[in-house]
Structures are given as C-alpha cells and as structure tokens.
C-alpha cells in the first residue's frame, strides 16, 4: 500500500495539482488586494465617493452608514456590496485564467505534421488500385 501511494503522489499530475493549488491561493490574495484597494475605489470615487463593500440592505431596524456600523448594532443585513466585489475577484480571476490557458495551449498547440504511409501499406494501395483497373 504504501508503494502504490508513493507511486500515485510521485505522478506528474498530482504534483502539478498541488502546484496549481497552492499558485491559485496565492493569485486570490493578489486579486482580492487589487480589486479592493485598486480597482474598486476610483470607481467609487468616480460614482462620488461611494465604498461597495458598505452597500447593504438593513432586512430590520434602522439603516446606519457604514455595514461595520449595522453589524455591531445586531442588525441583519443583505450584504450585496460585498458580492459586488465578489463578482469583480471572479472577472478578474476568469479573464487572467483565460489568457493564461490560451497562452499555454498556442506554446503546446502541435503542428499536424502528415507522415508518409509506411511501404507496405503504399505497395498495398498501388496493388489495389491496379486490381481496380483491370
């Protein structure tokens, strides 16, 4: 058993997973910073200074400013400023995958290369289109 394992983690596959695993962990954080802090406040500012993550419906009491504020006073909340940003880590996420994955398949795309029949199979044919002639 223990053979078998080590046979199965040593796979190329798996080494690769646990390498596409720990990369994506890492390019979450860099994408979760950039939309946070890079992307999404000159869009606020541009729409006069607005923060998405504090845009929430109070579902009862009064609604406060900020969502930090609504959460302390215990009030529940639909939080879809945060699912905004959400949305955006996704696109953000989605659109460096595709360019990644395209990249990749045009530096491993193989040219079709047609090879030439083996000789008994060319003496074969000619045969074959001899008989067809007589």
Sequence with gaps: MWKEFKDFIARGNVMDLAVGVIMGAAFGSIVSSLVTDVIMPPIGLALGGIDF?????????????TLAQAKAAGIPTLNYGIFLNQVMHFLIVAGAVF?????????????????????DVVLLTEIRDLLKKK
């Design 99 to 119: 360019v990644m994955v395209r990249q990749v398949s045009k530096l491993y795309k193989k040219e079709e290369v047609t090879k030439a029949p083996p000789a």
């Design 53 to 65: 993550s504090d845009f929430y419906i109070a579902l009862k009491g009064e609604h406060l400013p």
